[in-house]
């Protein structure tokens, strides 16, 4: 990593946040000061999806497929030899998430995984050294490969970041070992004007303590976690001030999962900030959106990697989902 770019790393990764592995099932943030059943409900249904028709769902019922031989690799990328003092833990894969921001392109270490074991971006860090190449998958079903530097820990946010020589712009990039087998899930995006949807939301937000929801963004995507031919749905819901800077009462960025439990359609909190203040605060606020989904410890169910936008910084959330428990694994 050339001294510019770690100079660049120290000034836009201040608000980036710090590993952290084994968090409490999903809790909503509520942000304070001491300011002080609709059309489109939907009800138990026998649809492998819930809210989509059974006509959009897949005629067949996969299993557990391998790493699919058709996926885009994209072309044109020189890897180095790798580096003589190239060390790795046995059967270890640091789990890596990319963004280019301004001319530079990094890479984040969100941590580690070995068998049922995850690692914060620390433990991870003392699991290997020199530069490996790493697959990169993207959200668009994209994959392609790099050589990747030794980790550098940036003091002003305690997050350990790999350098790398190309310079992609792709959304979603989730980087793991090369080699290191993976399942990444097939997303099928659904239409944004969706009143059943967009009832889902604002139901639950006013179940929040929200009295008048104010939708603003809503990104809708349709997946199958497990590879059981029973797909879920993914809410991405943001209301914030495109400034980035400032929040008031009614202001949130949540992600939401709709799942079939039995014969009933719940629906499961993945991550949410909201907020309360009666007047605009300056609070720099989170943005959540879907960054990828893809089983990274090989335990057959893709996990739910988040997508994290604030002022002047980026990362990432790995979310595991074993039936309705949200367990937050790297950060």
Request: hydrophobic share 40%.
């Amino acid at each position: 990593m050339t001294g510019k770019t770690s100079i660049l790393l120290i000034c836009f990764s201040f608000m980036i946040l710090s590993g952290c592995a084994g968090n409490p099932v999903f809790t909503v943030e509520i942000y304070e000061t001491a300011t002080p059943d609709g059309d489109g409900q939907i009800e138990a249904t026998r649809s492998a999806t819930p809210g989509v028709m059974d006509s959009d769902l897949p005629t067949a019922t996969p299993t557990m497929p391998p790493v699919p031989s058709n996926t885009p690799i994209l072309e044109g990328i020189s890897l180095p030899a790798a580096a003589v003092d190239a060390v790795m833990a046995p059967d270890f894969s640091p789990i890596l998430y990319g963004k280019k921001y301004d001319a530079n392109m990094f890479f984040l270490l969100l941590g580690g995984v070995q068998g049922n074991t995850w690692f914060t971006s620390e433990q991870a860090a003392a699991q290997f050294g020199g530069e490996w190449e790493y697959d990169v998958y993207t959200f668009a079903n994209r994959k392609f490969s790099v050589r990747g530097h030794s980790p550098e820990l940036s003091p002003p946010s305690r997050a350990y970041f790999i350098g790398t020589d190309v310079n992609f712009n792709e959304f979603g990039m989730l980087g793991v070992l090369h080699g290191w087998p993976v399942r990444q899930g097939s997303v099928h995006e659904l239409s944004a004007e969706n009143e059943t949807y967009e009832q889902v939301v604002v139901d639950w937000l006013k179940a929040e303590g929200v009295a008048a929801p104010e939708l603003g963004t809503l990104d809708i995507f349709r997946v199958d976690l497990e590879a059981d031919g029973v797909d879920e749905i993914f809410l991405s819901a943001t209301h914030l001030d495109e400034s980035q800077h400032y929040t008031k009462s009614g202001d949130h960025s949540i992600v939401l999962m709709r799942k079939v439990v039995g014969n009933e359609v719940v629906t499961l909190p993945i991550v949410a900030d909201i907020y309360r203040s009666g007047q605009a605060e300056i609070t720099y606020p989170s943005t959540y959106s879907l960054g990828n989904f893809i089983d990274l410890n090989r335990d057959g169910v893709l996990e739910v990697i988040v997508d994290i936008q604030r002022w002047e910084g980026f990362g990432a959330i790995v979310y595991q989902v074993d039936g309705q428990n949200v367990t937050e694994r790297l950060r």
